[in-house]
């Protein structure tokens, strides 16, 4: 089992529907969770972060967080044909006794395509 | 804003072949890591520093060794290449943690690696 593991997809919404992302996490004691946008062949663009259990907005974005049930998810309202792309969600685990240098682990990503 | 400045940004090398990969931070963030990511699979962490000393180590081959220098710069060596090398190598930097929170990552354009 992937210590970050992020719903199957790939997932497919109309234009200006709601695109709905998940992610879980094995480490209950990690603190910083990131979403990712990356195109193909390109670099992983930080969308999101998230540190604290609710919601967090950006425009169209919204970060859900919640740290009991290990899970945190990506919320894309009003979804446009050029957010087609790999979202990875990202998660600074505890690491081993306690200790975290920072390092991400990545779930494998899920491709969303938005068709007009 | 600056970014990550990443160089080269393609390189094609034969097997058993040397290269260099450099990574040049945004400015007054104090930490870089360096991802490898394969056709289809999410990035995969290899070496961190903070403060010109290295921080983490994930699965990196031993002949890949690197190194960040005194202005925060970041070298990625890898000798002996082999044909499971090719691969996009990111670099990221970040602003440092404060009370064990580590906050985002910025990744740079990535420097996409042929070995023939």
């Known amino acids: 089992q992937k210590e970050v593991e992020q719903n199957s997809g790939p997932l497919s919404v109309p234009e200006g529907a709601i695109a709905s992302l998940n992610c879980t996490y094995s480490d209950r004691g990690s603190q910083s969770f990131f979403w990712y946008r990356q195109y193909s062949g390109k670099s992983p663009e930080l969308i999101m972060s998230i540190y604290s259990n609710g919601d967090k907005e950006d425009g169209r974005f919204t970060a859900q967080l919640n740290k009991a049930s290990q899970y945190v998810s990506l919320l894309i309202r009003d979804s446009q044909p050029s957010d087609s792309a790999t979202y990875l969600c990202a998660v600074i685990l505890r690491g081993t006794g306690g200790t975290s240098y920072g390092k991400l682990t990545f779930g494998q990503g899920t491709i969303l395509t938005v068709h007009p | 804003a600056a970014g990550v400045i990443q160089s080269p940004r393609h390189l094609i090398k034969e097997k058993r072949e040397t290269a260099t990969l450099k990574c040049y931070p945004i400015p007054r963030h104090d930490t870089v890591y360096w991802y490898q990511q394969g056709p289809g699979q999410d990035p995969q962490f290899l070496i961190s520093f903070y403060e010109k000393m290295q921080s983490d180590k994930g699965s990196i081959p031993d002949r890949f060794s690197a190194q960040q220098f005194s202005d925060y710069h970041s070298e990625l060596n890898m000798s002996s290449l082999e044909l499971g090398d090719s691969a996009l190598y990111f670099c990221?930097?970040?602003?440092?943690?404060?009370?064990?929170?580590?906050?985002?990552?910025?990744f740079g354009p990535g420097t996409r690696l042929t070995v023939t």
């Open positions: 990221a930097s970040s602003s440092p943690s404060l009370a064990g929170v580590y906050y985002e990552q910025y």
